[in-house]
């Protein structure tokens, strides 16, 4: 997956040892491979732009990510893109640390995954809650059963109203 035209930085690798050094690659397109599979090892491809909007639908137009990477200090951007674009997890101004958290969800969505793990994310992507009613079956009022009158509107109002909440 690594364009050797294209590293800028490390890229050396030993298939014995299953070793790649941290790579950060530049240049790189949509179009490259790099870009067409999810990438687990130490390879960063940068993508620049000079104009947002065509990124957005580019990234639109692909399978949902696992992890966006953006690098701005401009907060509109940053705004715009985190609203914009599904995507499993990421970082602004850094890379890979948001996985080192276990406070924050971490899991994909779409193709790259479903679910989120770490910390009460994993707990409750693990658990299944039940939702349950039970009710006594001692008393069963007919206001809730047709005919619906008049008066049965003015119980549940007057009920309703004792809670604080009210009926139109």
């Keep these: 997956m690594i364009n050797k035209d294209k590293v ?3 890229g050396e690798s ?3 040892n299953r070793y790649i ?3 950060l690659m530049s240049n790189v397109t949509f179009e490259d491979k790099i870009m067409s599979e999810e990438i687990f090892g130490p390879v960063l491809p ?3 732009y000079t104009e947002l909007d065509p990124v957005i639908a580019a990234i639109k137009a692909r399978p949902k990510p696992l992890s966006l990477y953006l690098f701005t200090n401009d907060k ?3 705004e715009k893109i985190l609203r914009e674009i599904s995507f499993g997890g990421g970082c602004v101004n850094d890379a890979l640390m948001h996985i080192s958290n276990g406070s924050l969800p971490f899991g994909g969505v779409g193709e790259s995954g479903m679910g989120r793990y770490h910390g009460e994310a994993g707990f409750s992507t693990f658990s299944h809650y039940k939702g349950v009613l039970e ?3 001692w008393v069963e009022p007919n206001i809730k059963y047709h005919p619906h009158t008049s008066l049965k509107l003015k119980l549940l109002k ?11």
């Design 14 to 16: 030993n298939v014995e």
């Design 135 to 137: 009710k006594p079956t």
């Design 158 to 168: 007057l009920v309703a109203g004792l809670w604080g909440k009210k009926i139109s």
């Design 46 to 48: 940068v993508i620049g």
């Design 8 to 10: 800028y930085f490390g």
């Design 76 to 78: 509109q951007t940053k």
């Design 21 to 23: 050094a941290p790579t």
